[in-house]
């Protein structure tokens, strides 16, 4: 069982920057691949980014690329999202997640979740 709590969300000015946080209990953390996650209002959830175990693979969804960091640190139980350049676009509900593989992560799935953390980008 992996328990997810995020922080680091809030308002910011477009072209701003914020860095989410996830800190996952359990002493598997390191074990689990962990990906960022977020909904808008009247949308789907869709996928942000995902990091393997080790930290040494990571993944984008092309919205993101090149503007979104996503590390870990596993002495830390802890995955973070690095948002730059952020765009109203980018305003939503994000969530972590944590699964056994990163490829389900990317399909979209995911076996333990977060409430979610609420980031608004104002234009």
């Known amino acids: 069982q992996v328990q997810l709590v995020e922080s680091g969300g809030g308002l910011v000015q477009a072209g701003g920057s914020l860095r989410l946080s996830c800190a996952a209990s359990g002493r598997t953390f390191s074990s689990y691949a962990m990906g960022w996650f977020r909904q808008a209002p009247g949308k789907e959830r869709e996928f942000v980014a995902a990091i393997s175990w080790s930290g040494g693979s990571t993944y984008y969804a092309d919205s993101v690329k090149g503007r979104f960091t996503i590390s870990r640190d596993n002495a830390k139980n802890t995955v973070y999202l690095q948002m730059n350049s952020l765009k109203p676009e980018d305003t939503a509900v994000y969530y972590c997640?944590?699964?056994?593989?990163?490829?389900?992560?990317?399909?979209?799935?995911?076996?333990?979740w977060g409430q979610g953390t609420q980031v608004t980008v104002s234009s």
């Open positions: 997640a944590a699964d056994w593989s990163v490829g389900s992560l990317v399909a979209g799935g995911g076996d333990y």
